[in-house]
């Protein structure tokens, strides 16, 4: 079957740098991406990775390995304003997305 | 405004009913879809459309139907709710650009007693 594994939740301090993991079993592979939503919201888009390597946005910066089935988001400079949850998503061969269940994200002064 | 509207954003219905809920977007795109949110869960496809004559079942179909009105419509309907189907339903839209992008509406939050 398809499987998307991130952690559930995730505490870190505000100003620090945060990595959230996402590793996926998925049949094929046209992508990957990050949302961000936070509680009551809808989901926004963050970043998408379709090759091996880094891709950063800002604070945000998202990283691919096809090999492993392994991504990771990095947030850096964190503010209270990033406590969300976070969804990895991979798109299969079918073109359709499967979606990791979200690592919730709690920023502390 | 947002460029993807759901209407209604909360609804409380008893077992039985019937239960449409709207879906209209000003982006121009053609792709949408209707996901369902459940805590702990991760987001879940159940109708997604390409085009006004394209309809596809996603992963958990049953006990919905939809309706591709326009170009800008897209309706989700509960013929007969039942309470497993309270959840946050999402409708997105996608420009079916390389990234793959979706757009989310705000959501609309049902409850089925």
């Known amino acids: 079957g398809q499987n998307i594994d991130q952690p559930t939740e995730m505490t870190a301090t505000e100003g620090a740098i945060v990595q959230i993991n996402c590793t996926y079993q998925?049949?094929?592979?046209?992508?990957l991406f990050w949302y961000q939503q936070h509680a009551g919201e809808a989901p926004t888009f963050l970043s998408y990775n379709v090759l091996d390597g880094l891709e950063e946005k800002g604070r945000f910066s998202s990283f691919l390995s096809r090999s492993k089935g392994y991504s990771y988001l990095l947030v850096k400079e964190l503010q209270m304003k990033d406590s969300a949850s976070y969804l990895c998503a991979v798109m299969d061969s079918n073109y359709q997305l499967i979606w990791g269940a979200g690592t919730k994200l709690i920023i502390k002064p | 405004d947002a460029d993807v509207t759901q209407t209604p954003r909360n609804r409380i219905t008893k077992t039985g009913k019937r239960i449409m809920l709207e879906c209209s977007q000003t982006k121009g795109h053609d792709r949408m879809y209707w996901y369902r949110q459940d805590p702990g869960l991760g987001l879940q496809l159940i109708y997604y459309s390409f085009d006004v004559k394209d309809i596809n079942k996603g992963e958990i179909s049953d006990g919905y139907s939809v309706s591709r009105q326009a170009q800008a419509k897209f309706s989700l309907s509960l013929e007969s709710a039942i309470p497993n189907q309270t959840a946050l339903y999402f409708c997105a839209t996608s420009g079916g650009t390389d990234t793959g992008e979706l757009f989310f509406g705000e959501g609309s939050r049902l409850t089925v007693l």
């Open positions: 998925t049949s094929g592979f046209n992508g």
